[in-house]
């Protein structure tokens, strides 16, 4: 029998036909850090169990998980009909992505193939800066209980002597409470759900997420023209002879358990349809005819009855959040993606709302300048493929997002991506001094327009409509809990990078930090289309990051 260990990093994509090509025997962190390697192994045994175990200084802050695969069958193509260059699977397959807890701190193995293990430490704030062993040890466990030691690798991490600073970056990755309530067969926001709920959202929090996606009503996105999606509705609302009145306390529990999960941003769910604010979204209320729906497709934006519901309800609404002491903390969404072709409809949805939203952020995700120059949208979430396009303007917040799209050759967090090209997000957002950053996907577990549920373990592309990974950061585990995925963790690390930055600049002008990152770019500027895109490049510029901090708090 033989059984082989590489330690390699977090951005290695352990294939199970391919060795994997950098190994790594020591790196570096900050206090208040979360760091993470790998533990990629290979056996010619079938079936064999092995127990994992760890022996360091660091023992009680180290996490293993197990990488397990999933399929991916669909790819964004360029225009000529080639796969992006970096693409490591190219026609479907199963790629790593799903970071499993142990069973018992052993894992199985499968004969002739490498896999990986997801070694995670969480450095405390306080603890002392210096260089510790983490030594993981292989043992063979037989069916009677026999143990036979295997190997052992060591890494070397190095604390450096600096605390890593708070996150300044505003992030949201859209949560998708429905899809929670149906994964589990769950009522939506019985008892069940709401801890389900909460879990997840700890989890994102845990992750550098600070902003959630809160459904006032339920948020028309990917829906099917006159489909729906399951009713998900903070705000109870009666009607009665034209008069409405509205009850906030599921709204309340909703924010009061955010904040506890440690959300400190809140963002109202769109109040037209996506791509062109042309109808009204799903909304329920108590009638004099019983629980109905009042508003949704079949009733337009420009319709007398949705104004007169809007000019009701949202004072009210923004009345709440003020009394809440949140009003400052508050987004509002018009529409989402607007197309130039839709500027008539998201005009006037725009006006309509913005009358009621004084002193409240209002953005949208969208690429087409117009929308800001005409006064439409006080904050553009603007695509990364347009960003440049808004440098013109002196914006308060300067927001990016990407999504299935762009796909090649820009950064993004697909599963057949190398996760160099997820990370480096972090780095460029510094670059570009961005403030905010916003995805749609943290949990959708539909198709493509929400047509039916689909489990994410089985389908990572919503029914072939979406590049593998797009649609969400966790997978459903058991007992409610959330699964993390090594996109989760790699996007996680590129946050920490960019608060790396944020603390160099106690140390160093910013002008000096952006000319070291452009260093690492091949025309000498860092861009959307030009950074590290490889593992051993990206992972040079973070221990140059590392080596300036050294040496400014050695001073």
């Not at 199970?16 to 850090?33: H, Q, T």
Request: aromatic share 14%.
């Amino acid at each position: 029998m033989s059984f082989e260990v590489k330690l390699t990093s977090s951005l290695a994509k352990v294939f199970p036909e391919r060795s994997p090509e950098n190994v790594i025997r020591k790196a570096a962190a900050l206090r208040g850090e979360k760091f993470s390697f790998q533990a990629a192994f290979f056996s010619t045994e079938q079936w064999l169990d092995v127990e994992v175990a760890v022996d360091s200084p660091l023992q009680e802050f180290i996490s293993i998980r197990q990488v397990d695969l999933v399929p991916v069958d669909v790819f964004p193509f360029c225009q000529d009909g080639k796969l992006d260059d970096d693409a490591l699977l190219t026609s479907p397959g199963l790629a790593p992505d799903v970071l499993r807890p142990l069973w018992k701190n052993c894992v199985m193995t499968a004969a002739n193939q490498w896999r990986s293990l997801w070694v995670t430490v969480n450095i405390p704030a306080d603890f002392a800066a210096g260089k510790y062993p983490v030594k993981l040890i292989f043992t063979a466990i037989s069916p009677a209980g026999k143990r036979k030691r295997l190997t052992a690798a060591t890494l070397s991490l190095e604390i450096i002597d600096a605390v890593l600073p708070e996150q300044k970056l505003m992030v949201t990755h859209w949560f998708h409470g429905d899809c929670l309530a149906v994964f589990y067969n769950e009522e939506v926001f019985s008892e069940p759900h709401w801890e389900i709920c909460r879990k997840f959202i700890c989890n994102a929090v845990a992750h550098g997420q600070n902003m959630l996606l809160t459904p006032i009503f339920t948020p028309p996105l990917d829906t099917q023209v006159g489909g729906e999606r399951p009713t998900i509705q903070l705000v109870k609302i009666k009607r009665s002879a034209g008069k409405y009145s509205f009850d906030f306390s599921l709204l309340d529990r909703w924010i009061a358990m955010a904040q506890e999960c440690g959300i400190k941003y809140f963002e109202m769910a769109h109040l037209f349809t996506q791509w062109g604010a042309k109808c009204t979204p799903k909304i329920v209320a108590e009638t004099e005819n019983g629980t109905e729906k009042i508003f949704g497709w079949e009733v337009k934006a420009a319709s007398p009855e949705y104004r007169d519901f809007l000019d009701q309800f949202l004072p009210q609404l923004t009345g709440h959040l003020k009394e809440l002491g949140i009003a400052d903390k508050c987004l509002f969404h018009c529409s989402d993606e607007p197309r130039f072709t839709m500027l008539k409809d998201y005009k006037y949805a725009s006006k309509l709302i913005r009358k009621y939203l004084k002193g409240f952020k209002l953005a949208d995700a969208l690429s087409n300048p117009d929308f800001y120059e005409l006064g439409l949208v006080d904050t553009p979430v603007v695509c990364e493929d347009h960003y440049e396009l808004f440098d013109k303007f002196d914006l308060k917040e300067r927001w990016i997002y990407y999504c299935c799209t762009p796909a090649n050759d820009y950064p993004n967090r697909f599963i057949h991506f190398p996760s160099a090209r997820n990370r480096v997000m972090g780095m460029l957002m510094y670059h570009l001094n961005a403030h905010g950053f916003l995805h749609w996907g943290f949990n959708f577990y539909y198709t493509r327009y929400s047509r039916y549920a689909v489990s994410p373990y089985g389908d990572t592309t919503c029914g072939h409509a979406f590049p593998g990974g797009d649609a969400f950061l966790v997978y459903p585990g058991e007992g409610g809990e959330p699964v993390d995925s090594i996109r989760h963790e790699v996007f996680y690390e590129g946050i920490q990078d960019m608060r790396l930055l944020q603390l160099l600049e106690k140390f160093y002008d910013r002008e000096f930090l952006i000319r070291t990152l452009n260093k690492f770019a091949k025309g000498k500027k860092m861009t959307v289309l030009d950074y590290p895109r490889d593992e051993k490049t990206l992972l040079t510029v973070r221990e140059k990051l590392n080596s300036l901090l050294r040496a400014a708090v050695s001073r």
